[in-house]
Nanobody, 123 residues
């Protein structure tokens, strides 16, 4: 079992920055790829960024490319999402997820999900 807890969300003005963290716990964390998803009110969940277990492969959605950076520290069992130049359209609940299959992770078919953290960007 893997438990995921997000933190770092909040209210920020457009153009500002936030760093989200996703802390994992559980004895079976090894080998899990991890990613961030978001869901805005009235919209479908979308993938934002993914990172492989080793950190050697990553995926960033076009909508956030150049503004968001994903990273992880396996020693701390923590994944991060650095969000810069935030826009009002980035407002959403951000979820972290983990899965041993990178394709499954990208498609949202994830074994484990966090509870989410709210990010609100004011104009």
């Amino acid at each position: 079992q893997v438990q995921l807890v997000e933190s770092g969300g909040g209210l920020v003005q457009a153009g500002g920055s936030l760093r989200l963290s996703c802390a994992a716990s559980g004895r079976t964390f090894s080998g899990y790829h991890m990613g961030w998803f978001r869901q805005a009110p009235g919209k479908e969940r979308e993938s934002v960024a993914m990172i492989s277990w080793s950190g050697g492969s990553s995926y960033i959605a076009d909508s956030v490319k150049g503004r968001f950076t994903i990273s992880r520290d396996n020693a701390k069992k923590t994944m991060y999402l650095q969000m810069n130049s935030l826009k009002p359209e980035d407002t959403a609940v951000y979820y972290c997820a983990a899965d041993k299959g990178f394709s499954d992770l990208k498609s949202g078919r994830c074994d484990y999900w966090g509870q989410g953290t709210q990010v609100t960007v004011s104009s």
